[in-house]
């Protein structure tokens, strides 16, 4: 049953910890400042009271030691002992009998047979007889030494004076001490409660808001002044920041799922008309190998579509990412090669321009990112193609230009959202998804893609880190 106890016992040292960690914050702050002020006010009380205590048993060792001195000096004269108010005396011979006394010591042995015979070999008692606490009237302070009378006999002289002035005073310091720290406590802790409640009640505002959040509650803000700077300020500010990233990025997510339903509904849709037709009525062989052409033709677009999504959700992530050292050149004019017999198809020119450089990037998707570049420019643009790479200062800066009439103004700002075309419908070439998935591509390179007109044409340029 030992290693039980054992374990009971981590336990409840534990149980404090845990239960402070339940507490709500303004409640531990209080506790900790109500704890910082004990400790603060704790040692303050007790070395004031030390102080006083010392000034105090000085000034009682110096009286009790002039009357020790003026007994000693009447008991050799021969003379009666007269002391101060509050003094007692007490002489001793050798084996510890009460030879005189004074009328509050008579009855009362104060020195132990220890102490006698120490006091008889020379040496010098002090001792307290009652405590500070509880309270007695008789408390004394005594000191004993041996004295030698004329007619050359040793006595043990005990002068003792009474402690309770003494006493009294440092039990009325001690019942002010408690009280001032007490009152002081209270009002540190009411001081601490307020500045914290003070600090924290903007964060409750915040949480309150956010928590309208899960209502679906649109377009939530949190009351942030405008006039102030301080750290709850600048939370506030990137909360609301957070805030909007996270409406944009909602509002792009159901406009993605809106786009994605219905690109894959239109070529689902084409099929089953397609199988329709074609099993409506007997077909030729040539009508059903136009069928199945027609049906092949929207299976590689849906097949086109789930590679794009695809590796739009994989490049959403820099692990997928893996860079290597290649040849900007090389890069470059393997990407631009395909292309070229479609460019001269169309009577255009592909032209390249490469500064020599050895660039690390992951060209597993820096082509096909290059690639769809091409291909829109091909497909959407008129007159020649020139694409520029130029590396400097661990950046590549790649640029394709073309020569027809510019993207629509109001298309630029979101030429790279996914599903977003230049043309207003659905059913032009195309999923919507190249320029989203060259974005991608810049970003998780730790760059970025934009797109601009310029006097000859169009420019998508792309910038990033190698």
């Known amino acids: 049953m030992t290693p039980l106890v054992g374990e009971d016992e981590p336990g409840r040292r534990l149980g404090g910890p845990r239960f402070l960690r339940r507490l709500p914050i303004v409640l531990r702050l209080v506790i900790a400042v109500a704890a910082a002020m004990s400790l603060v006010l704790g040692g303050a009380a007790a070395l004031v009271y030390w102080r006083v205590e010392s000034a105090l048993d000085q000034q009682l060792d110096a009286d009790l030691a002039t009357y020790h001195h003026t007994l000693a000096r009447d008991l050799r004269a021969g003379r009666s002992p007269n002391g101060p108010d509050g003094s007692a005396y007490q ?86 001490l408690a009280l001032a720290d007490g009152l002081t406590l209270l009002a540190a802790s009411y001081v601490g409660y307020r500045t914290a409640r003070a600090a924290l009640d903007p964060v409750e505002r915040y949480r309150q808001r956010a928590a309208t959040l899960a209502d679906g509650a649109p377009r ?65 062989a040539d009508e059903l190998t136009e069928t199945l052409r027609s049906v092949d033709t929207e299976v590689q677009r849906l097949i086109d579509l789930s590679n794009a999504l695809l590796d739009l959700e994989e490049l959403g992530s820099t692990k997928h990412l893996t860079r290597a050292p290649v040849d900007l050149a090389d890069l470059v004019d393997t990407t631009v090669s395909p292309h070229l017999r479609a460019a001269e198809g169309d009577g255009r020119s592909l032209t390249v321009e490469v500064t020599p450089a050895t660039v ?36 590549l800066r790649l640029t394709l230009t073309d020569e027809g009439p510019g993207f629509p103004r109001d298309f630029l700002p979101r030429a790279f959202d996914r599903f977003t075309r230049a043309e207003a419908s659905r059913t032009s070439e195309g999923s919507g998804l190249g320029l989203a998935f060259v974005a991608a591509v810049a970003t998780a390179h730790g760059g970025a893609a934009h797109a601009e007109n310029t006097e000859r044409g169009a420019a998508v340029i792309l910038d990033i880190s190698c």
Not at 121 to 133: F, K, V, Y
């Open 91 to 176: 002489i001793l011979d050798t084996h510890g009998h009460v030879v005189e006394a004074s009328a509050l010591l008579r009855k009362e042995h104060l020195l132990t047979a220890d102490e006698i015979i120490a006091a008889d070999d020379g040496a010098t008692i002090h001792r307290d007889i009652g405590g500070l606490l509880p309270l007695n009237p008789h408390t004394l302070r005594l000191t004993a030494k041996r004295v030698r009378l004329p007619d050359h006999r040793t006595v043990i002289a005990v002068a003792a004076l009474r402690r309770g002035h003494r006493d009294e005073a440092l039990r009325e310091l001690l019942a002010q």
């Open 360 to 395: 690390t990037v992951d060209a597993r998707w820096l082509r096909p990112a290059i690639g769809n570049l091409i291909s829109n420019a091909l497909r959407h643009g008129h007159g020649d193609i020139h694409v520029t790479a130029i590396a400097s200062e661990d950046r």
């Open 220 to 284: 939530v803000r949190l009351p942030v002044p405008e006039d102030r700077n301080d750290e709850l300020t600048r939370l506030g500010h990137t909360l609301n920041q957070m805030l909007d990233r996270l409406e944009s990025a909602a509002e792009r997510e159901r406009r993605f799922l809106a786009d994605a339903s219905h690109e894959l509904r239109t070529p689902l849709s084409l099929l089953r008309a397609e199988l329709d037709v074609a099993l409506h009525r007997r077909r030729t």
